[in-house]
Protein backbone atom coordinates (compact mmCIF):
# COMPACT_ATOMS: atom_id res chain seq x y z
CA UNK A 1 0.00 0.00 0.00
CA UNK A 2 1.50 3.10 -0.98
CA UNK A 3 0.34 7.28 -0.53
CA UNK A 4 -0.77 8.44 -4.50
CA UNK A 5 -2.96 10.57 -6.76
CA UNK A 6 -5.97 9.67 -8.03
CA UNK A 7 -4.40 9.77 -11.87
CA UNK A 8 -1.15 7.89 -10.92
CA UNK A 9 -4.05 5.25 -8.68
CA UNK A 10 -5.71 4.94 -12.74
CA UNK A 11 -2.40 4.38 -14.38
CA UNK A 12 -1.09 2.07 -11.69
CA UNK A 13 -5.02 0.55 -11.82
CA UNK A 14 -4.41 -0.55 -15.71
CA UNK A 15 -0.91 -1.63 -15.56
CA UNK A 16 -2.56 -4.19 -12.79
CA UNK A 17 -4.85 -5.47 -15.37
CA UNK A 18 -2.12 -5.86 -18.24
CA UNK A 19 -3.32 -2.89 -20.29
CA UNK A 20 -0.03 -2.53 -22.95
CA UNK A 21 -2.69 0.23 -24.85
CA UNK A 22 -4.67 3.08 -24.33
CA UNK A 23 -6.42 4.92 -27.37
CA UNK A 24 -7.60 8.71 -26.32
CA UNK A 25 -7.62 12.13 -26.81
CA UNK A 26 -6.82 14.22 -24.17
CA UNK A 27 -8.82 17.65 -22.31
CA UNK A 28 -8.89 19.39 -19.25
CA UNK A 29 -11.11 17.41 -17.53
CA UNK A 30 -9.07 13.84 -18.15
CA UNK A 31 -5.48 16.08 -17.96
CA UNK A 32 -4.75 14.74 -15.02
CA UNK A 33 -4.36 11.68 -16.01
CA UNK A 34 -2.42 12.27 -19.18
CA UNK A 35 0.15 14.12 -17.28
CA UNK A 36 0.33 11.09 -14.86
CA UNK A 37 0.69 9.03 -17.87
CA UNK A 38 3.52 10.16 -18.42
CA UNK A 39 5.13 8.59 -15.56
CA UNK A 40 4.30 4.97 -17.09
CA UNK A 41 5.32 5.43 -20.92
CA UNK A 42 7.65 2.23 -20.47
CA UNK A 43 4.38 -0.15 -19.47
CA UNK A 44 1.42 1.54 -21.67
CA UNK A 45 1.77 3.33 -24.61
CA UNK A 46 -0.81 5.56 -25.37
CA UNK A 47 -2.30 6.02 -29.10
CA UNK A 48 -3.30 9.82 -29.82
CA UNK A 49 -5.84 9.63 -32.14
CA UNK A 50 -7.53 12.58 -34.05
CA UNK A 51 -11.00 12.37 -32.48
CA UNK A 52 -12.63 10.53 -29.85
CA UNK A 53 -14.68 8.41 -31.88
CA UNK A 54 -11.10 6.89 -33.72
CA UNK A 55 -10.49 5.95 -30.17
CA UNK A 56 -13.13 3.80 -29.29
CA UNK A 57 -13.21 2.12 -32.45
CA UNK A 58 -9.55 1.60 -32.46
CA UNK A 59 -10.09 0.03 -29.50
CA UNK A 60 -12.88 -2.51 -30.64
CA UNK A 61 -9.98 -3.44 -33.23
CA UNK A 62 -7.72 -4.39 -30.74
CA UNK A 63 -10.22 -6.11 -28.68
CA UNK A 64 -11.97 -7.61 -31.51
CA UNK A 65 -8.08 -9.72 -32.97
CA UNK A 66 -6.72 -9.94 -29.25
CA UNK A 67 -9.81 -11.57 -27.33
CA UNK A 68 -8.74 -8.59 -24.49
CA UNK A 69 -10.56 -5.66 -23.09
CA UNK A 70 -9.86 -2.60 -25.97
CA UNK A 71 -9.05 1.05 -23.53
CA UNK A 72 -9.60 4.24 -24.84
CA UNK A 73 -9.58 7.37 -23.05
CA UNK A 74 -11.68 11.08 -23.28
CA UNK A 75 -12.30 14.50 -21.52
CA UNK A 76 -15.72 15.22 -20.14
CA UNK A 77 -18.85 16.92 -22.54
CA UNK A 78 -18.05 16.32 -26.12
CA UNK A 79 -14.69 14.29 -25.66
CA UNK A 80 -17.56 11.88 -23.53
CA UNK A 81 -20.14 11.87 -25.88
CA UNK A 82 -18.00 11.54 -28.99
CA UNK A 83 -17.30 7.66 -27.70
CA UNK A 84 -21.11 6.89 -27.44
CA UNK A 85 -21.72 5.75 -31.22
CA UNK A 86 -18.10 3.39 -30.60
CA UNK A 87 -19.78 1.77 -27.21
CA UNK A 88 -23.36 1.23 -28.33
CA UNK A 89 -21.43 -0.47 -31.37
CA UNK A 90 -19.40 -2.53 -28.79
CA UNK A 91 -22.23 -3.47 -27.05
CA UNK A 92 -25.03 -4.66 -29.53
CA UNK A 93 -21.14 -7.01 -30.76
CA UNK A 94 -20.35 -7.96 -27.43
CA UNK A 95 -17.15 -6.11 -27.37
CA UNK A 96 -15.19 -5.86 -24.10
CA UNK A 97 -14.16 -2.33 -23.60
CA UNK A 98 -13.07 0.30 -20.82
CA UNK A 99 -13.70 3.44 -21.28
CA UNK A 100 -12.36 6.33 -18.91
CA UNK A 101 -13.40 9.47 -18.99
CA UNK A 102 -13.07 12.73 -17.06
CA UNK A 103 -15.80 14.75 -15.59
CA UNK A 104 -15.81 18.55 -13.61
CA UNK A 105 -14.83 18.80 -10.08
CA UNK A 106 -17.66 16.80 -8.00
CA UNK A 107 -19.38 20.38 -6.66
CA UNK A 108 -19.98 21.40 -10.46
CA UNK A 109 -21.82 18.63 -11.13
CA UNK A 110 -25.55 19.04 -11.97
CA UNK A 111 -24.69 22.83 -12.17
CA UNK A 112 -24.22 22.76 -16.35
CA UNK A 113 -20.63 23.37 -15.95
CA UNK A 114 -18.15 24.06 -18.92
CA UNK A 115 -17.78 20.57 -20.51
CA UNK A 116 -19.79 18.92 -18.42
CA UNK A 117 -22.37 16.28 -19.66
CA UNK A 118 -24.03 13.70 -17.56
CA UNK A 119 -22.20 10.57 -19.89
CA UNK A 120 -23.36 8.09 -16.96
CA UNK A 121 -27.11 8.65 -18.06
CA UNK A 122 -26.33 9.33 -21.43
CA UNK A 123 -24.29 5.72 -21.76
CA UNK A 124 -26.62 3.77 -19.19
CA UNK A 125 -28.38 2.18 -21.99
CA UNK A 126 -25.04 0.97 -23.91
CA UNK A 127 -23.13 -0.40 -21.24
CA UNK A 128 -23.08 -3.58 -19.43
CA UNK A 129 -21.99 -1.35 -16.42
CA UNK A 130 -21.16 2.44 -16.01
CA UNK A 131 -19.85 4.59 -12.73
CA UNK A 132 -19.40 8.07 -11.50
CA UNK A 133 -16.22 8.39 -9.32
CA UNK A 134 -15.90 11.16 -6.81
CA UNK A 135 -13.31 9.60 -4.79
CA UNK A 136 -9.87 8.86 -5.18
CA UNK A 137 -10.19 6.31 -3.18
CA UNK A 138 -13.26 4.39 -5.54
CA UNK A 139 -10.64 4.31 -8.15
CA UNK A 140 -9.31 1.07 -7.73
CA UNK A 141 -12.14 -0.61 -7.11
CA UNK A 142 -13.69 0.96 -9.57
CA UNK A 143 -11.37 -0.39 -12.74
CA UNK A 144 -10.94 -3.62 -11.06
CA UNK A 145 -14.72 -3.93 -11.33
CA UNK A 146 -15.02 -2.66 -15.00
CA UNK A 147 -12.21 -4.91 -15.86
CA UNK A 148 -14.14 -8.18 -15.07
CA UNK A 149 -17.87 -6.96 -16.18
CA UNK A 150 -16.19 -6.26 -19.51
CA UNK A 151 -14.62 -9.42 -20.30
CA UNK A 152 -16.96 -12.37 -18.12
CA UNK A 153 -20.28 -13.67 -19.35
CA UNK A 154 -21.21 -12.08 -22.39
CA UNK A 155 -19.09 -9.43 -22.94
CA UNK A 156 -18.96 -5.62 -23.84
CA UNK A 157 -18.40 -1.74 -23.23
CA UNK A 158 -18.23 -0.19 -19.53
CA UNK A 159 -17.52 3.32 -19.03
CA UNK A 160 -15.78 4.89 -15.64
CA UNK A 161 -16.47 8.51 -15.15
CA UNK A 162 -13.52 10.28 -12.47
CA UNK A 163 -14.15 13.36 -11.71
CA UNK A 164 -11.29 15.90 -11.54
CA UNK A 165 -10.94 16.05 -7.80
CA UNK A 166 -11.51 12.52 -7.45
CA UNK A 167 -7.91 12.31 -10.03
CA UNK A 168 -5.89 15.00 -7.84
CA UNK A 169 -6.87 13.68 -4.66
CA UNK A 170 -4.64 11.33 -3.00
CA UNK A 171 -5.56 7.81 -1.43
CA UNK A 172 -3.83 5.23 -0.09
CA UNK A 173 -3.33 2.93 -2.82
CA UNK A 174 -4.19 -0.51 -3.25
CA UNK A 175 -5.22 -2.59 -5.79
CA UNK A 176 -7.24 -6.19 -6.03
CA UNK A 177 -8.32 -7.68 -8.96
CA UNK A 178 -12.27 -8.32 -9.11
CA UNK A 179 -13.35 -12.03 -9.33
CA UNK A 180 -16.87 -11.56 -8.56
CA UNK A 181 -19.75 -9.54 -8.04
CA UNK A 182 -22.91 -10.43 -5.71
CA UNK A 183 -25.86 -10.57 -8.16
CA UNK A 184 -24.14 -10.86 -11.51
CA UNK A 185 -23.94 -14.71 -12.44
CA UNK A 186 -21.47 -13.85 -15.65
CA UNK A 187 -21.46 -17.90 -16.45
CA UNK A 188 -25.26 -19.78 -16.12
CA UNK A 189 -25.30 -22.69 -14.44
CA UNK A 190 -25.23 -25.49 -16.92
CA UNK A 191 -28.21 -28.13 -16.70
CA UNK A 192 -27.10 -30.90 -18.37
CA UNK A 193 -30.60 -32.35 -19.01
CA UNK A 194 -31.03 -29.95 -21.63
CA UNK A 195 -27.97 -30.64 -23.13
CA UNK A 196 -29.19 -34.64 -22.68
CA UNK A 197 -32.19 -33.49 -24.48
CA UNK A 198 -30.60 -31.67 -27.32
CA UNK A 199 -27.89 -34.48 -28.44
CA UNK A 200 -31.40 -36.56 -28.55
CA UNK A 201 -32.93 -34.72 -30.75
CA UNK A 202 -29.70 -34.66 -32.67
CA UNK A 203 -29.08 -37.96 -32.89
CA UNK A 204 -32.51 -38.49 -34.55
CA UNK A 205 -32.73 -36.02 -37.16
CA UNK A 206 -32.45 -36.24 -40.20
CA UNK A 207 -31.51 -33.01 -41.63
CA UNK A 208 -29.62 -31.06 -38.56
CA UNK A 209 -28.34 -28.03 -39.63
CA UNK A 210 -26.14 -25.73 -37.42
CA UNK A 211 -25.97 -21.90 -37.52
CA UNK A 212 -23.16 -20.49 -35.65
CA UNK A 213 -22.05 -16.78 -34.08
CA UNK A 214 -19.53 -15.01 -32.42
CA UNK A 215 -20.68 -16.55 -29.66
CA UNK A 216 -17.98 -19.34 -30.47
CA UNK A 217 -15.18 -16.50 -30.77
CA UNK A 218 -15.64 -14.54 -27.50
CA UNK A 219 -16.10 -18.31 -25.83
CA UNK A 220 -12.46 -19.24 -27.28
CA UNK A 221 -14.56 -22.54 -28.29
CA UNK A 222 -13.42 -22.66 -31.91
CA UNK A 223 -11.60 -26.27 -30.94
CA UNK A 224 -14.30 -27.48 -29.09
CA UNK A 225 -17.13 -26.06 -31.99
CA UNK A 226 -14.72 -27.89 -34.38
CA UNK A 227 -14.57 -30.63 -32.89
CA UNK A 228 -18.34 -31.44 -32.32
CA UNK A 229 -18.87 -30.24 -35.81
CA UNK A 230 -16.65 -33.00 -37.23
CA UNK A 231 -17.83 -35.44 -35.13
CA UNK A 232 -21.70 -35.10 -35.38
CA UNK A 233 -21.02 -34.51 -39.51
CA UNK A 234 -23.79 -31.55 -39.22
CA UNK A 235 -23.44 -29.17 -42.42
CA UNK A 236 -22.90 -25.31 -40.29
CA UNK A 237 -23.79 -21.85 -41.38
CA UNK A 238 -22.14 -18.66 -39.79
CA UNK A 239 -23.59 -15.13 -38.69
CA UNK A 240 -21.52 -12.33 -39.78
CA UNK A 241 -19.70 -11.82 -36.65
CA UNK A 242 -19.14 -15.65 -36.21
CA UNK A 243 -17.60 -15.82 -39.94
CA UNK A 244 -13.84 -16.89 -38.15
CA UNK A 245 -14.95 -19.18 -35.80
CA UNK A 246 -14.44 -22.39 -38.11
CA UNK A 247 -11.87 -22.20 -41.42
CA UNK A 248 -13.89 -20.74 -44.27
CA UNK A 249 -12.78 -24.09 -46.48
CA UNK A 250 -13.62 -26.31 -43.95
CA UNK A 251 -15.83 -29.42 -45.66
CA UNK A 252 -18.97 -28.72 -43.17
CA UNK A 253 -18.85 -24.88 -43.58
CA UNK A 254 -21.86 -24.19 -45.93
CA UNK A 255 -20.95 -20.29 -46.42
CA UNK A 256 -22.93 -17.17 -44.66
CA UNK A 257 -26.45 -16.89 -43.55
CA UNK A 258 -28.83 -14.07 -43.81
CA UNK A 259 -30.34 -11.58 -45.73
CA UNK A 260 -26.64 -10.90 -47.88
CA UNK A 261 -25.61 -14.41 -47.11
CA UNK A 262 -25.53 -17.85 -49.55
CA UNK A 263 -28.10 -19.38 -51.36
CA UNK A 264 -27.92 -22.87 -50.06
CA UNK A 265 -27.80 -21.68 -45.97
CA UNK A 266 -30.77 -19.84 -46.65
CA UNK A 267 -32.99 -22.03 -48.40
CA UNK A 268 -31.96 -25.08 -45.68
CA UNK A 269 -33.42 -22.73 -42.67
CA UNK A 270 -37.02 -23.88 -44.36
CA UNK A 271 -35.63 -27.62 -44.90
CA UNK A 272 -33.66 -29.08 -41.75
CA UNK A 273 -35.24 -30.73 -39.08
CA UNK A 274 -33.69 -29.61 -36.41
CA UNK A 275 -32.22 -26.37 -36.37
CA UNK A 276 -28.67 -25.77 -33.51
CA UNK A 277 -28.51 -22.31 -33.56
CA UNK A 278 -24.81 -21.43 -31.27
CA UNK A 279 -23.66 -18.33 -29.72
CA UNK A 280 -25.89 -16.54 -32.04
CA UNK A 281 -28.50 -14.04 -31.63
CA UNK A 282 -31.67 -14.52 -34.23
CA UNK A 283 -30.68 -11.12 -35.67
CA UNK A 284 -33.47 -9.71 -38.01
CA UNK A 285 -31.16 -9.95 -40.89
CA UNK A 286 -30.33 -13.51 -40.22
CA UNK A 287 -34.64 -14.31 -40.01
CA UNK A 288 -36.09 -11.92 -42.06
CA UNK A 289 -39.82 -12.80 -41.34
CA UNK A 290 -40.09 -14.52 -37.92
CA UNK A 291 -43.25 -16.08 -38.94
CA UNK A 292 -41.69 -17.96 -41.80
CA UNK A 293 -38.54 -18.82 -40.28
CA UNK A 294 -37.85 -22.23 -39.76
CA UNK A 295 -41.07 -23.51 -38.47
CA UNK A 296 -40.83 -26.71 -40.02
CA UNK A 297 -38.08 -27.48 -37.27
CA UNK A 298 -37.02 -28.14 -33.84
CA UNK A 299 -35.04 -25.31 -32.44
CA UNK A 300 -32.08 -26.17 -30.31
CA UNK A 301 -30.18 -22.65 -28.60
CA UNK A 302 -27.01 -22.77 -26.93
CA UNK A 303 -26.23 -18.99 -25.08
CA UNK A 304 -24.50 -17.72 -22.42
CA UNK A 305 -27.25 -14.62 -22.32
CA UNK A 306 -30.77 -15.88 -20.60
CA UNK A 307 -32.02 -12.54 -22.31
CA UNK A 308 -31.53 -13.85 -25.25
CA UNK A 309 -33.27 -17.01 -25.23
CA UNK A 310 -37.01 -16.65 -26.55
CA UNK A 311 -36.21 -13.02 -27.14
CA UNK A 312 -36.91 -13.30 -31.04
CA UNK A 313 -37.16 -17.15 -32.40
CA UNK A 314 -39.16 -19.33 -30.01
CA UNK A 315 -36.75 -22.41 -29.22
CA UNK A 316 -37.80 -25.71 -28.23
CA UNK A 317 -34.97 -26.36 -25.90
CA UNK A 318 -32.45 -23.99 -24.28
CA UNK A 319 -29.24 -24.93 -23.66
CA UNK A 320 -27.37 -21.72 -21.19
CA UNK A 321 -23.92 -22.09 -20.48
CA UNK A 322 -20.40 -20.83 -22.13
CA UNK A 323 -20.21 -22.68 -25.21
CA UNK A 324 -16.85 -23.63 -24.44
CA UNK A 325 -18.41 -25.87 -21.45
CA UNK A 326 -21.32 -27.10 -23.03
CA UNK A 327 -20.08 -27.84 -26.44
CA UNK A 328 -17.50 -30.42 -25.32
CA UNK A 329 -20.60 -32.51 -22.65
CA UNK A 330 -23.07 -32.00 -25.98
CA UNK A 331 -20.21 -33.94 -28.23
CA UNK A 332 -19.72 -37.03 -25.64
CA UNK A 333 -23.40 -37.74 -26.53
CA UNK A 334 -24.14 -37.46 -30.03
CA UNK A 335 -23.54 -40.08 -32.44
CA UNK A 336 -21.18 -39.75 -35.47
CA UNK A 337 -24.44 -40.25 -38.18
CA UNK A 338 -23.50 -40.00 -41.99
CA UNK A 339 -24.91 -36.92 -43.37
CA UNK A 340 -23.22 -36.98 -47.34
CA UNK A 341 -26.95 -37.26 -48.75
CA UNK A 342 -28.42 -33.98 -46.92
CA UNK A 343 -24.84 -32.48 -47.43
CA UNK A 344 -25.25 -32.90 -51.42
CA UNK A 345 -28.58 -30.77 -51.04
CA UNK A 346 -26.65 -28.09 -50.01
CA UNK A 347 -23.75 -28.57 -52.66
CA UNK A 348 -26.37 -28.30 -55.50
CA UNK A 349 -27.39 -25.30 -54.53
CA UNK A 350 -24.28 -23.84 -54.05
CA UNK A 351 -23.65 -24.87 -57.78
CA UNK A 352 -26.94 -22.79 -58.96
CA UNK A 353 -25.43 -19.86 -56.75
CA UNK A 354 -22.05 -20.05 -57.84
CA UNK A 355 -23.26 -20.19 -61.72
CA UNK A 356 -25.32 -16.90 -61.97
CA UNK A 357 -24.02 -14.96 -59.04
CA UNK A 358 -20.00 -15.68 -57.51
CA UNK A 359 -18.13 -17.34 -61.06
CA UNK A 360 -19.53 -13.83 -62.82
CA UNK A 361 -18.35 -11.68 -59.67
CA UNK A 362 -15.33 -13.45 -59.80
CA UNK A 363 -14.74 -13.79 -63.33
CA UNK A 364 -16.79 -10.75 -65.17
CA UNK A 365 -17.09 -11.20 -69.08
CA UNK A 366 -17.04 -7.32 -68.57
CA UNK A 367 -14.21 -4.92 -68.37
CA UNK A 368 -13.48 -3.61 -65.38
CA UNK A 369 -13.46 -4.28 -61.86
CA UNK A 370 -16.19 -6.16 -59.88
CA UNK A 371 -16.32 -6.39 -55.61
CA UNK A 372 -16.02 -9.83 -55.44
CA UNK A 373 -13.14 -9.98 -58.02
CA UNK A 374 -10.99 -7.50 -56.20
CA UNK A 375 -11.60 -9.51 -53.15
CA UNK A 376 -10.89 -13.27 -55.18
CA UNK A 377 -7.59 -11.88 -56.00
CA UNK A 378 -6.81 -10.84 -52.51
CA UNK A 379 -7.86 -14.25 -51.59
CA UNK A 380 -5.47 -15.49 -53.71
CA UNK A 381 -2.34 -13.29 -52.28
CA UNK A 382 -3.01 -13.46 -48.68
CA UNK A 383 -4.16 -17.62 -48.57
CA UNK A 384 -6.44 -16.84 -46.13
CA UNK A 385 -4.36 -15.50 -43.73
CA UNK A 386 -4.78 -11.73 -43.46
CA UNK A 387 -6.87 -10.46 -40.75
CA UNK A 388 -10.09 -8.32 -42.82
CA UNK A 389 -11.41 -5.56 -41.45
CA UNK A 390 -14.79 -3.80 -43.33
CA UNK A 391 -16.76 -0.37 -42.86
CA UNK A 392 -20.40 -0.65 -43.50
CA UNK A 393 -22.08 -1.42 -46.85
CA UNK A 394 -22.26 -3.43 -49.79
CA UNK A 395 -18.31 -4.09 -49.65
CA UNK A 396 -18.87 -5.62 -46.13
CA UNK A 397 -21.36 -7.67 -47.49
CA UNK A 398 -18.89 -9.06 -50.22
CA UNK A 399 -15.93 -9.40 -47.94
CA UNK A 400 -17.88 -11.30 -45.53
CA UNK A 401 -19.65 -13.24 -48.20
CA UNK A 402 -16.14 -13.94 -50.42
CA UNK A 403 -13.39 -13.34 -47.85
CA UNK A 404 -10.95 -16.73 -47.17
CA UNK A 405 -10.24 -16.82 -43.85
CA UNK A 406 -8.19 -19.59 -42.33
CA UNK A 407 -7.66 -18.56 -38.52
CA UNK A 408 -10.14 -17.37 -35.63
CA UNK A 409 -10.29 -13.77 -34.78
CA UNK A 410 -9.85 -12.53 -38.38
CA UNK A 411 -12.84 -10.99 -39.46
CA UNK A 412 -13.49 -7.38 -37.90
CA UNK A 413 -16.68 -5.83 -38.77
CA UNK A 414 -19.50 -3.58 -37.35
CA UNK A 415 -22.51 -5.93 -37.10
CA UNK A 416 -25.15 -5.02 -34.96
CA UNK A 417 -25.60 -1.45 -35.06
CA UNK A 418 -23.60 -0.89 -38.80
CA UNK A 419 -21.33 2.21 -37.42
CA UNK A 420 -19.83 3.58 -40.91
CA UNK A 421 -16.52 5.55 -39.95
CA UNK A 422 -15.88 2.06 -38.14
CA UNK A 423 -13.84 0.01 -40.57
CA UNK A 424 -10.27 2.86 -41.03
CA UNK A 425 -9.98 3.23 -37.09
CA UNK A 426 -10.67 -0.25 -36.51
CA UNK A 427 -8.63 -1.43 -38.84
CA UNK A 428 -5.66 0.51 -37.10
CA UNK A 429 -6.45 -0.73 -33.42
CA UNK A 430 -6.65 -4.37 -35.11
CA UNK A 431 -2.83 -3.36 -36.76
CA UNK A 432 -1.50 -2.82 -33.29
CA UNK A 433 -3.28 -6.06 -31.59
CA UNK A 434 -1.76 -8.10 -34.36
CA UNK A 435 1.60 -6.36 -35.76
CA UNK A 436 2.99 -9.46 -37.12
CA UNK A 437 -0.43 -10.11 -39.40
CA UNK A 438 -1.22 -8.17 -42.89
CA UNK A 439 -4.50 -6.20 -41.90
CA UNK A 440 -6.81 -5.60 -45.07
CA UNK A 441 -9.53 -2.96 -44.97
CA UNK A 442 -12.60 -2.78 -46.86
CA UNK A 443 -14.13 0.52 -47.03
CA UNK A 444 -16.22 2.48 -49.34
CA UNK A 445 -15.64 6.38 -49.91
CA UNK A 446 -18.99 7.30 -47.64
CA UNK A 447 -17.17 5.46 -44.28
CA UNK A 448 -14.12 6.58 -45.26
CA UNK A 449 -14.67 9.84 -45.27
CA UNK A 450 -16.38 9.87 -41.77
CA UNK A 451 -13.16 8.65 -39.57
CA UNK A 452 -10.52 10.15 -42.43
CA UNK A 453 -8.61 11.79 -39.92
CA UNK A 454 -7.36 9.17 -38.76
CA UNK A 455 -5.50 8.35 -41.46
CA UNK A 456 -3.08 11.13 -39.45
CA UNK A 457 -2.77 8.51 -36.57
CA UNK A 458 -1.96 5.35 -38.62
CA UNK A 459 0.83 7.28 -40.40
CA UNK A 460 2.13 8.68 -36.99
CA UNK A 461 2.31 5.57 -35.30
CA UNK A 462 3.79 3.88 -38.33
CA UNK A 463 1.34 0.91 -38.24
CA UNK A 464 1.15 -0.08 -41.52
Known amino acids: MSKTTGSHAVMLSLIEEGVDYIFGYPGGAIMPVYDSMMDYQAKIKHILTRHEQGA??????????????????????PGATNLITGIADAMIDSTPLVCITGQVVSPLLGTDAFQE?????????????????????????????????????????????????AQFGELDFK???????????????????????????????AKPYILFGQGIILGNAENEFKTFIEKSGIPA?????????????????????????????????????????????????VTSNLS?????????????????????????????????ETLPLLTELVQRKDHSDWIEEFKKLYKIEYEKVIQRDFYPEKEGLTMGEVINRINEKTKGEAIIVTDVGQHQMFASRYAKLNNNRSFVTSGGLGTMG???????????????????LFVGDGGLQMTIQELGTINQTKAT
Open 117 to 165: TDVVGISMPVTKWNYLVTKPEEIPWAIAQAFYTARTGRPGPVLIDISKD
Open 56 to 77: VHAAQGYARVTGRVGVCMATSG
Open 237 to 285: AWTILGVSALPTDHPLNMGMLGMHGNYATNIMNNTCDVLIAIGMRFDDR
Open 175 to 205: YKKCTNIRSYIPRPKIDRTKIREAADAINQA
Open 422 to 440: FGLPAAHGAKIGAPDKEVI
Open 292 to 324: SFAKQAKIIHFEIDPSEIDKNVKTDIAVLGDVK
